[in-house]
T-cell receptor, first 108, second 120 residues
Framework: SYVLTQSPSGSVAPGKTATITCGGD??????VHWYQQKSGQAPMLVIH???DRPSGIPERFSGSNSGNTATLTISRVEAGDEADYYC???????????FGGGTKLTVL | EVQLVESGGGLVQPGGSLRLSCAVS????????MSWVRQAPGKGLEWVSI???????SYADSVKGRFTMSKDNSNNTIFLQMRSLRAEDTAVYYC??????????????WGQGTRITVSS
């Protein structure tokens, strides 16, 4: 089955830019979605269809997808952005939803 | 307002069974794809199952043959029947609605989760 690979953790200073990657075989041929999960809460969609932001998500959140890597970028990071971030695709070959392992983002 | 409210969680012994429910309001599950997603303590999200609008289902390999997802369109409720439970099934189970477009889907609404603990 299809595998998505994320770095387990990352850190960034407030006001700087955080880059979270999601690797997969030819992931650029798939559509990637991103979720934010804060401690003790259900996940929340922050990017869908590679680069679209749901209503209410700040413009600071953006996404891209090409080749073997999809990227979630958070500009001008705030303390409230500290969370776990998960990428997700639909694997049509198995009819499965696939999540990456998640990246824990720490704001220094 | 869309709401997904799970129930049925609790403590169960290894080898036991449990049925989770998810009551949905704000849209009709008759026309939507629904999923269960779980999260073991301190771990990431793991997709469990999907039920399509027509009622067909698909499962993660880790639960295939042990879990059965179903729905009651008239009561706008989905279910997850779990059998032969193992310690590794211990997790928070989220009910999720899927938005489908352009050959892909994402979760557009999540429940608050219900906790399952498999332990003797």
């Amino acid at each position: 089955s299809y595998v998505l690979t994320q770095s387990p953790s990352g850190s960034v200073a407030p006001g700087k830019t955080a880059t979270i990657t999601c690797g997969g075989d030819n992931i650029g041929d798939k559509i990637v979605h991103w979720y934010q999960q804060k401690s003790g809460q259900a996940p929340m969609l922050v990017i869908h269809d590679d680069s679209d932001r749901p209503s209410g998500i700040p413009e600071r959140f953006s996404g891209s997808n090409s080749g073997n890597t999809a990227t979630l970028t958070i500009s001008r990071v705030e303390a409230g952005d500290e969370a776990d971030y998960y990428c997700q695709v639909w694997d049509s070959s198995s009819d499965h939803v696939v999540f990456g392992g998640g990246t824990k983002l720490t704001v220094l | 307002e869309v709401q997904l409210v799970e129930s049925g969680g609790g403590l169960v012994q290894p080898g036991g069974s449990l049925r989770l429910s998810c009551a949905v309001s704000g849209f009709s599950i008759s026309y939507n794809y629904m999923s269960w997603v779980r999260q073991a303590p301190g771990k990431g999200l793991e997709w469990v199952s999907i039920i399509y609008s027509a009622g067909t289902t698909s499962y993660a390999d880790s639960v295939k043959g042990r879990f059965t997802m179903s729905k009651d369109n008239s009561n706008n409720t989905i279910f997850l029947q779990m059998r032969s439970l193992r310690a590794e099934d211990t997790a928070v189970y989220y009910c999720a609605s899927l938005y489908w477009s352009s050959g892909s889907c994402h979760v557009d609404h999540w429940g608050q989760g219900t906790r399952i603990t498999v332990s003797s």
